[in-house]
């Protein structure tokens, strides 16, 4: 017993101190910039000196570590918590609401996003010296693990690299190898498991879910959805569910008023030619359904996003 909590207790300092030298690698990287696209393959480092509002986001498949502050990440009526001893795993394209509530500039939000290729995952599940699991079919396609030693040692270097950009092209694909192994080693790598293996029904739910999002403002029709998912419509519609904690239906709409919440914002279009440009054949309607999701009529809501950015960059700059 006394064995026992002493190796726990070793895991627990190791793991601390690697947080502790993972964040201060994130945090030189990004001196006083709110989020950078890094030069090492589907690697994002995010930063945050005060907390933010809920804000909407479609995340692809990836792994988000959190090192210091917490962030909520809300799919549908589920809600993750992320921070320093939980990373969110997402296995699908997911339309989520994301909300950092503990940040400061004393001890500021850091987190890494790092993009999973399901090549990789396909390739790693061929080996026979990685024991699989069944996934249970009705979890979502998003969970929370803990964030053990050996996965902020992984994540530790991959940061490392680009303190040393030239060791990128040769050792950024074997450390991202190596987090994907750590993931499905443990209990929440199932459900990745499961959308990356062919013929499995997540496997084949997750084809009509990357449909939907190429083609959101396209009509939807289900049964041509369910077609492309080799599956009957109830069966689809049960999956689907499971995977994405909402309908076809609501997943579209929700990629929809996220494209034109963007393309106002970023490109100027008034509310009407955002509608249609996402696929709404009703100003009308959108401007409802656009009021009940972001909490205020579209150009309200745009004019409030350009004012608290304004805010947030003249913040940065007085950093």
């Not at 790092?114 to 599940?125: A, G």
């Not at 979890?139 to 693990?145: I, K, R, S």
């Not at 205020?296 to 745009?302: E, S």
């Amino acid at each position: 017993m006394q064995n026992t909590r002493a190796v726990a207790s070793q895991l627990s300092e190791r793991a601390s101190e690697l947080r502790k030298e993972l964040a201060r690698k994130i945090a030189l990287f990004m001196d006083s910039a709110e989020k950078r696209v890094t030069d090492v393959p589907g690697l994002t480092l995010s930063r945050r000196t005060a907390p933010m509002p809920p804000a909407s986001a479609t995340y692809e498949p990836s792994i988000a570590v959190v090192v210091q502050g917490r962030k909520r990440v809300d799919l549908g009526p589920s809600s993750f918590i992320l921070d320093e001893s939980r990373f969110l795993l997402t296995s699908v394209d997911l339309p989520i609401i994301g909300h950092v509530f503990e940040a400061s500039e004393e001890l500021p939000f850091l987190c890494l996003l790092l993009k999973l290729e399901m090549p990789v995952v396909r390739e790693l599940l061929s080996r026979e010296d990685i024991p699989l699991s069944t996934a249970p079919s009705a979890n979502p396609a998003m969970a929370t693990g803990e964030i053990t030693a050996d996965l902020l040692s992984a994540c530790c270097r991959l940061v490392g690299l680009l303190e040393n950009p030239q060791d990128i092209p040769f050792l950024s694909s074997l450390i991202q190898r190596e987090i994907i192994y750590r993931i499905l080693r443990g209990p929440e790598g199932a459900r990745l498991q499961a959308i990356a293996t062919l013929g499995d029904q997540s496997h084949q739910t997750a084809k009509a879910i990357a449909w939907l999002r190429a083609n959101y403002a396209k009509p939807l029709r289900v049964e041509e959805l369910a077609q492309i998912a080799r599956m009957g419509v109830s069966t689809l519609h049960h999956h689907f569910r499971a995977l994405t904690a909402m309908s076809p239906l609501q997943y579209q709409k929700q990629l929809r008023l996220q494209a034109a919440r963007g393309r106002m914002l970023m490109d100027g279009l008034d509310a009407a030619s955002a509608a249609f440009e996402v696929g709404y054949e009703s100003a009308s309607q959108f401007n409802r359904e656009y009021s009940r999701f972001f909490g205020q009529p579209p150009m309200r809501d745009v004019r409030t996003l350009r004012l608290s950015n304004a805010a947030a960059d003249a913040g940065e700059s007085r950093v």
